[in-house]
């Protein structure tokens, strides 16, 4: 917290010293300037950067695996049970998403892009509260949002900003990551049947990737 007050301070007064004159640490300050010919040679020698294939093993890890694994859940459980100020954030934010699951209105074609992105943010907020309050409520809140999603995306055009769901790629990415984590926190739920994991597979993640 200290080190970001400084930064924010430091920000604030955009490094000001006297005379005018804008004043820098040294650790920030750029390096000194040098010569076309300099710059020409010194690039030449940087070593190219090595890209390493990662090959994508045959058999997957069971789920949950993307945002967090079976052992990190029981890490943060045991975190949040061992830290009283932590405890009672967590059991706020369940509560909130237990009341959202009971008043859950379910995205449609008029959603549009706001509608859209707060489904998606519904989705994975009630599948992390699934899986640190094991509430069934929860998981079948977020599985009827991605089941939802599944006869709507396919309709939607892309967007001359290259969206879908959303009116630009950057909204997309996000609303599509909130997709994927609720999908792969409540996948061994029992809130998905086997139908509908194809389906949002299929119709939803896949064409969003």
Not at 86 to 114: H, Q, R, W
Not at 149 to 165: D, H, I, S
């Amino acid at each position: 917290m200290k080190r970001l007050w400084i930064i924010a301070l430091l920000c604030a007064l955009g490094f000001v010293g006297g005379c005018g004159q804008t004043r820098m640490p040294e650790e920030l300050a750029p390096a000194e300037e040098t010569t076309s010919t300099e710059q020409s040679t010194e690039q030449a020698e940087e070593p190219k950067p090595v890209v390493e294939v990662v090959e994508i093993p045959e058999e997957l890890p069971a789920h949950p695996r993307v945002f967090l694994t079976p052992d990190r859940i029981t890490e943060l459980k045991d975190a949040i049970a061992a830290d009283e100020w932590l405890e009672e954030y967590v059991d706020t934010f369940i509560a909130e998403c237990e009341a959202n699951a009971k008043i859950l209105v379910l995205p449609t074609m008029e959603s549009g892009e706001g509608g859209n992105g707060a489904a998606g943010i519904l989705a994975r907020d009630f599948a992390l509260a699934y899986v640190l309050s094991d509430n069934m409520d929860l998981a079948e809140a977020s599985a009827d949002i991605l089941r939802a999603f599944v006869p709507l995306y396919p309709q939607y055009e892309v967007t001359y900003m290259k969206g879908r769901a959303m009116s630009a790629t950057l909204g997309e990415a996000e609303w599509g990551r909130n997709m994927a984590c609720a999908y792969d926190l409540i996948y061994n739920s029992g809130a998905l049947s086997d139908e509908d994991k194809t389906a949002i597979e299929d119709d939803v993640l896949r064409p969003c990737g």
